[in-house]
Every structure is written in C-alpha cells, then in structure tokens.
C-alpha cells in the first residue's frame, strides 16, 4: 500500500517548455486534487475531482490543465511553463467515507528558468 | 472571497509551555482540518473535526471547532521539541464542500 506517490520529485524547465506531474493513488478514493505550496502562502488549490470523469477549477487554474486519466490516476499539465509556475506541487487523495482525511503524496520540487 | 486566517504565524515557545494557534475562516463551512508539516517534507493529517463543538485530542494537540464563531484552535500542551513543524489548519466551504482553502500556516519551534 504505497498510499500517493507523485513523479517526478524534483524538474527544472525552461521558460515555455511543457510538462506533466504524475500522481496515483492506490486507496480507492473518489477525490483527487492538485495544490501548489508558495512560501508565505499556505497550499493553494489549483483543479480538483470529485469522482473519476469530473474535474473542477480551484483558486489558480490559469496555466494549468488536469486529466482524471481513472480513479487512481490524476495527472497536471503545464502547457507552457512561466518562472511564476516555480513551487511545490502536492497532490492529495480524499477518503470521504472513512473519516474525510485528504492524504497528501510527497510533492514535485518544480523550477522554471 | 475566502480568507482563512491564521494566529500567529511564527511562534517560538520553550518546552513545557502551554500555547494555542488560532484559525478563523470567513465563510459558512460545518467541517475543518488541521495538519502538520516537517521542513521540506509533506502534509501530515492531525485531526478532521466534524461538527460544531467538535474537539479532539492527540497526545499534546487539542483542536476544538466553533462552526458559529467561525473558528478553530489548536491548543499545545507541555510543548516538547517533537512538536516544532508548521501547522495549517484548512477549510471546505459548505456549499459544495469539495474546495479545499488553507491557512498561511503558523511556524512553531520549541525551544528546549
């Protein structure tokens, strides 16, 4: 039971280059989201999905695209990478049933020149 | 706009000291979650408080919930160096309930 693993750990891009974080979850949960973490800033929702074949905006979607590829999987796309895009990005898992804990993956360290 | 506010943001507090961290949010929610954070590390959940009146309790945390007054407080008891990690607490608006707004997070270190 690895729980929420994201890929990669840590990408450096340059401006205007595209890209696609990973996340999968082996706990059978219906909610999958995306959060960027700034310093300062608390985490900051970027797309959400409540159940496999939904997915919703959250506070800063701009420059972001996301796929519920299946209930595991929730991958997001930057379609062309800015220096503002430079953060730590988390993705989490929600077991709505089992007590409503949102279960965080270990973050992708991404860097844009 | 929701604002999820957070008291205070840095605190520096000597073991055995008693403190709390206070969360106030600016929209009707009827649920909160606190979580805790290691530098560079990812979130921990720590306590999924319900309902109004809601308070639970982990070894030296104690988080309560007033869903009326629109705050939550995560009170450190005997503070122990362990405890030092930045503290979040996050809130779903009710309607729908699947938005997720946090707080900016308070940094606690204990001192020994």
């Known amino acids: 039971n690895a729980g929420v693993t994201q890929t990669p750990k840590f990408q450096v891009l340059k401006t205007g280059q595209s890209m696609t974080l990973q996340c999968a979850q082996d706990?059978?949960?219906?909610?999958m989201y995306w959060y960027r973490q700034d310093p300062g800033m608390g985490l900051r929702l970027i797309y959400y999905s409540a159940s496999e074949g939904t997915t919703d905006k959250g506070e800063v979607p701009n420059g972001y695209n996301v796929s519920r590829l299946n209930k595991r999987e929730f991958s997001l796309r930057l379609e062309s990478a800015a220096p503002s895009q430079t953060s730590v990005y988390f993705c989490a898992s929600r077991d709505y049933l089992g007590g409503d804990t949102q279960y965080f993956g270990p973050g992708t360290r991404l860097t844009v020149l | 706009e929701l604002k999820v506010e957070q008291n205070p943001l840095f605190l520096s507090m000597q073991e055995g000291k008693n403190y709390t961290i206070y969360c106030n949010y600016s929209?009707?929610?009827?649920?909160l979650y606190w979580y805790r954070q290691d530098p560079g590390k990812s979130l921990e959940s720590l306590f999924v408080?319900?309902?109004?009146?809601a308070v639970k309790q982990e070894g030296r945390l104690m988080a309560s919930l007033d869903t009326k007054a629109r705050l939550s407080t995560l009170h450190i008891t005997a503070a122990v160096h362990d405890l030092s990690a930045t503290y979040f607490c996050a809130v779903p608006p009710s309607n729908p309930g699947n938005q997720f707004y946090f707080g900016t997070g308070t940094s606690l270190t204990v001192i020994p």
């Open positions: 706990m059978n949960h219906n909610s």
């Open positions: 929209t009707t929610s009827d649920r």
């Open positions: 408080l319900l309902s109004n009146g």
